[in-house]
């Protein structure tokens, strides 16, 4: 299968922790990373690998993999973090990739 | 900084061809491959393809192939993707983004950074 699935919106109260979920069988085989996009702005990468962070990316955004399943987590959400996230790896044959369709991520 | 700028806003009519550059800096071009990803009006990413700015080579996502070309000049760091045989349902923002990638793993890579967006817009 070449698709990402996300879970279209999540929301979460000011401070507190939400996963936003990403599956699909090429998981089992390679890594995930993850994008956070604003209105009008580019994607910015927030996680990549098993649980990496660029420089600049505060540590309450977070990563796991387990089986089918990638998940981002966001400890302690901020309103700054309200945006679209997109899951991105390649597809079972390697050769492609492929975006999940995005979550919309709400701070209540 | 690496930085990835690219060029303005384009409005075609069907059937047309658009060629968007990417211009880097900051880094050695040669060093890492470049994607193109588009995402139309209200909706999620999708990806279609990269280019080897060493080699010149290609990898298209089905989907584009036969209309898509990706180029490059080396001497001036940029890469081009050109989409031909535009229709309606071509109009989206157009963004490039450098791979990186660690070699010994495989599939372990990540799209950082990414250029701030090329609106084609494609209307009769």
């Known amino acids: 299968s070449s698709e990402l699935t996300q879970d279209p919106a999540v929301s979460v109260a000011l401070g507190q922790t939400v996963r936003i979920t990403c599956q699909g069988d090429?998981?089992?085989?390679?890594?995930a990373s993850w994008y956070q996009q604003k209105p009008g702005q580019a994607p910015v990468l927030v996680i990549y690998?098993?649980?990496n962070r660029p420089s600049g990316i505060p540590d309450r955004f977070s990563g796991s993999s387990s089986g089918n399943t990638a998940s981002l987590t966001i400890t302690g959400a901020q309103a700054e973090d309200e945006a679209d996230y997109y899951c991105?790896?390649?597809?079972?044959?390697?050769?492609?990739?492929?975006f999940g369709g995005g979550t919309k991520l709400t701070v209540l | 900084q690496v930085q990835l700028v690219q060029s303005g806003a384009e409005v075609k009519k069907p059937g047309a061809s658009v060629k968007v550059s990417c211009k880097a800096s900051g880094y050695t071009f040669t060093g890492y491959y470049m994607h193109w990803v588009r995402q139309a009006p209200g909706q999620g990413l999708e990806w279609m393809g990269w280019?080897?700015?060493?080699?010149?080579?290609?990898n298209y996502a089905q989907k584009f192939q036969g209309r898509v070309t990706m180029t490059r000049d080396t001497s001036i760091s940029t890469a081009y993707m050109e989409l031909s045989r535009l229709r309606s349902d071509d109009t989206a923002v157009y963004y490039c983004?450098?791979?990186?990638?660690?070699?010994?793993?495989?599939?372990?890579?990540?799209?950082?950074?990414w250029g701030q967006g090329t609106l084609v817009t494609v209307s009769s």
């Open positions: 090429s998981l089992r085989s390679y890594y």
């Open positions: 280019i080897n700015p060493n080699s010149g080579g290609t």
């Open positions: 690998g098993k649980n």
């Open positions: 983004a450098r791979e990186e990638a660690i070699a010994a793993a495989v599939g372990l890579d990540w799209f950082d950074p």
């Open positions: 991105n790896s390649r597809d079972s044959s390697g050769n492609s990739w492929v």
